[in-house]
């Protein structure tokens, strides 16, 4: 897979999020609702990548500064037709190098109960579970989680 850094607005991102906001409604009943900022995403205080195979958007990922030493994880996602070859992995791995590389210390995300494949990819990568924050902060769907990044 290749992985190329891209604005939010690009319409590999766009067709992405698309796919990921219609995987939230077969899985929650509705899009996540959490305010987001396109300008959030844009270095130096943000990224956000697309994941390629054979020059087809599969997989995505950014991050935004939470605060000077924590960036927040959003939008990490892989098309069905994609999945179970370590594409989320891979993305997640260059999302924690590059926050880290920018200076933030810690990532934190927050998902949900349905999403068991993204909770297990998490814990299994050093994340562990944290004071619940953001948009679904009082959810009892939402997990929390974060991680203290190291070269």
Known sequence: MRIEIRDYTHPDVAKLIDEVQQEYVIRYGGFDET????????????????????DVAVA?????????????????????????????????AELERTAHERGFRRLILETGSEQPEA????????????TPFGFYADSPRARHLGKILTP
């Open 119 to 130: 909770i297990a990819l998490y814990l299994s990568s050093g994340y562990q579970d944290i």
């Open 60 to 92: 995505s990922g950014g991050w935004r500064a939470h605060d000077t030493a924590t960036a927040e994880m959003k939008r990490l996602y892989v098309n069905p037709t994609a999945r179970g070859r370590g594409l989320a992995r891979a993305v997640l």
């Open 35 to 54: 305010p987001v900022d396109p300008t959030e995403f844009a270095p130096p205080s943000g990224l956000f990548l697309v994941g390629y195979l054979d």
